[in-house]
């Protein structure tokens, strides 16, 4: 088997990742966005060029984003807002190797009501126990450095913002953590919408229990290693070309 450098394995990853977020109904028309810090390098991060479905990014297709936000490489040039977002989100946030931004149905369901808020009562939700921010102000298009900084303001430290209006950031500091997240962030927010469209009050967890659980879930995090290498694999058998 071959030898992969750092800076090719990332994009594999990256591609794979938009792969696979195409599969699960995360993406939006080629609107949403995902990025990952260049290893070795700082101030350039790899991002989707706009234009293309996330069916269809391969590795190659991916460019490379400086901190004058110029690109290099890749199919066409991002979308405009992906620049402020990322690129502030990456400066300020030292968890934030990798930064996944998708308006994925259930999830930006619960940025569409009124104070929308992940409740802590689904074994899924625990595991963002106190690794979520909630930015409750709209201010329409993210296209400068302003609104870029003031949502990663918001954002600060933690693994999850939500965005009134509009849609979910999930970091991590692999694209298997960001994605492992983005994953049961989902599962967590489709559970919630669906046990709030019965009517009937959700079932509150005891706080000291839901902490516990919290732990006991931190604890397994090689489970998003697994799970990342196991959707490669998948795509290995059924889709090769995505780390072209």
């Known amino acids: 088997m071959p030898i992969i450098d750092q800076k090719e394995q990332a994009r594999i990853d990256l591609a794979a990742a938009f792969r696979w977020a195409a599969r699960m109904n995360f993406h939006e028309g080629v609107c949403n966005h995902f990025s990952l810090a260049i290893p070795g ?3 350039r991060f790899l991002i989707n060029p706009h234009g293309l479905h996330f069916s269809e990014i391969r590795a190659s297709d991916l460019c490379t984003l400086d901190a004058e936000g110029k690109a290099h490489g890749g199919y066409h040039p991002p979308e405009p807002t992906a620049f402020y977002i990322h690129s502030a989100i990456h400066r300020t946030n030292p968890q934030a190797t990798c930064v996944l931004h998708t308006h994925m149905p259930y999830a930006t369901a ?3 009501v009124q104070e929308g808020r992940l ?3 689904s074994q899924n939700a625990l595991r963002y126990l106190d690794q979520i921010a909630y930015d409750d102000k709209y201010n329409g298009l993210v296209l400068d450095f302003d609104e870029g900084f003031r949502i990663a303001e918001v954002l600060g430290d933690k ?3 939500f965005l009134a209006n509009h849609g979910v950031i999930v970091v991590g500091p692999t694209v ?3 994605f492992d997240d983005l994953y049961y962030l989902e599962r967590a927010c489709q559970h919630q919408v ?3 469209s019965t009517g009937r009050p959700l079932k509150p967890i005891d706080p000291q229990v839901a902490a516990m659980t919290c732990e006991q879930i931190e604890g397994e995090r090689l489970n998003a ?3 990342f290498q196991a959707l490669k694999r998948i795509l290995e058998r059924e889709a090769p070309d995505y780390a072209d």
Do not use: S
Request: glycine share 0%; aromatic share 0%.
């Open 176 to 178: 298997a953590d960001a």
């Open 159 to 161: 693994r999850v913002l």
């Open 110 to 112: 619960l940025c569409l």
């Open 41 to 43: 390098e700082t101030d």
């Open 225 to 227: 290693q697994l799970h």
């Open 119 to 121: 409740e802590m009562v």
């Open 194 to 196: 669906l046990a709030m």
